[in-house]
Structure formats: structure tokens, C-alpha cells
């Protein structure tokens, strides 16, 4: 009973060893002496959110930051208020006191100017994709409205 039940387990495992069994190769059948043609493959899963205009969650997030300062680091030095020609804002960034001169429309980190008021400055921050407004005010000097 032993040698019957070692032999099957040779049998069974003998196209294991046979040569062109190799995955990907053809192979034959020892019993039926039919040829199989076994591709092993793989195809990469492709996935694609469509969010309906909402922002993807398979996107890290910090893709939104353009890489400038911080809103809350910027510091309003200075208005050049000009109706006409248009208006110039200087604003310093308090950690490494660069300072950016920007019109209306333009850009500093993640902060767009919106308008551009005799004293103040009223920005579009955007952050993790949410917008909101906020207004720098320039300071008074000594002497100045009291």
C-alpha cells in the first residue's frame, strides 16, 4: 500500500519536472497528450475618480501649495495707490523679510490679490483647496489720525 501511494505522489508531481513545463512555455499532457498553451500575465489595475468637481482624494494635498510664504507671515509695507495706471502693493515676508511687489490678479504663495484700496488689500487665500478672504490693513504712522 506504501509503494502504491509514493508512486501516485511521483505521478502526480512528474509534470512539475517534465521538461517545457516551465510557466509561460507550452507543455504536455502526459495522459492525454494534449498541448496547452498556459501566458502567464499580469495587467496593472488602472483606477479614475471622477469627483464631479470635487477635489480628488487620491491627490496629496499639498499640490495645492505653490511653494511662497505663508498669508500669515505677510506684512503690508506699502500701497502705491493709483486708479488709473493701476495700483502696486509691497508686502514683506516677516520670516526672511523678502518683500514682494504684486498688482491686482498676481500671486505670492498661496495669497492672490484681489483689489487693491486706499490703505488696505483684500486677498483670496486658498488652502487644501478651499478658497477664503482676508483684508491687510497698512498701519497708521505716529501722528496720523489722532
Request: include cysteine; glycine fraction near 12%.
Amino acid at each position: 500500500m506504501r509503494k502504491l501511494l509514493c508512486a501516485g505522489w511521483v505521478f502526480a508531481a512528474l509534470p512539475l519536472f517534465l521538461p517545457g513545463s516551465a510557466p509561460g512555455q507550452s507543455s504536455q499532457d502526459p495522459l492525454s497528450g494534449e498541448v496547452s498553451d498556459s501566458i502567464l500575465g499580469f495587467e496593472r489595475e488602472v483606477f479614475e475618480y471622477s469627483g464631479g468637481g470635487r477635489r480628488n482624494p487620491f491627490r496629496p494635498l499639498t499640490a495645492f501649495n505653490t511653494g511662497g510664504p505663508r498669508f500669515e507671515d505677510l506684512e503690508l509695507t506699502g500701497i502705491v495707490y493709483n486708479r488709473d495706471v493701476g495700483s502696486v502693493v509691497v508686502v514683506a515676508d516677516r520670516t526672511n523679510s523678502r518683500r514682494y511687489r504684486l498688482r491686482e490678479g498676481e500671486r505670492v504663495g498661496t495669497a492672490r490679490v484681489l483689489e487693491i484700496r486706499p490703505g488696505e488689500v483684500v486677498f483670496a487665500i486658498t488652502t487644501f483647496g478651499v478658497s477664503r478672504q482676508a483684508i491687510l490693513r497698512a498701519k497708521k504712522e505716529r501722528g496720523q489720525g489722532e
